[in-house]
Nanobody, 130 residues
Framework: QAQLVESGGGSVQGGSSLKLSCAAD??????????MGWFRQVPGKEREFVAAISWIGGTKKYAASVKGRFTISRDNDKNMLYLQMNNLELGDTAVYYC?????????????????????WGQGTQVVVSS
């Protein structure tokens, strides 16, 4: 399993942008084979899918609620995952979690679920206010 550390969260006003980062403490070779994802969770609700990216970045998936506003990317040379969040809305307030899967293959037809990922970070808080 990979050790993942998120950063970049904060408190912003609606319409602002934030960029989340996730550093993976694994070998470069291993990281380049992982499907990576972002999930988010608010108190009292289940953790929900936000975005995912395939091992070389050729396939990207987004939740309908963030499509067109968020962009997931990765740098396999640096073992880094990113989430650029633009035009933030109140509903984006949550703890954002980085996730990694050593076995899940991302396809366009379906979004991944929690069970598809086997490594998780501790989360970074994003608060959007009006």
């Amino acid at each position: 399993q990979a050790q993942l550390v998120e950063s970049g969260g904060g408190s912003v006003q609606g319409g602002s942008s934030l960029k989340l980062s996730c550093a993976a403490d694994v070998s470069v070779r291993a990281f380049s084979t992982y499907t990576m994802g972002w999930f988010r969770q608010v108190p009292g609700k289940e953790r929900e899918f936000v975005a995912a990216i395939s091992w070389i970045g050729g396939t990207k998936k987004y939740a309908a609620s963030v499509k067109g506003r968020f962009t997931i990317s990765r740098d396999n040379d640096k073992n880094m995952l990113y989430l650029q969040m633009n035009n933030l809305e109140l509903g984006d307030t949550a703890v954002y979690y980085c996730s990694a899967s050593s076995h899940y293959i991302l396809v366009q037809s379906t979004n991944p679920t929690l069970l598809d990922f086997d490594s998780w970070g501790q989360g970074t808080q994003v608060v959007v206010s009006s």
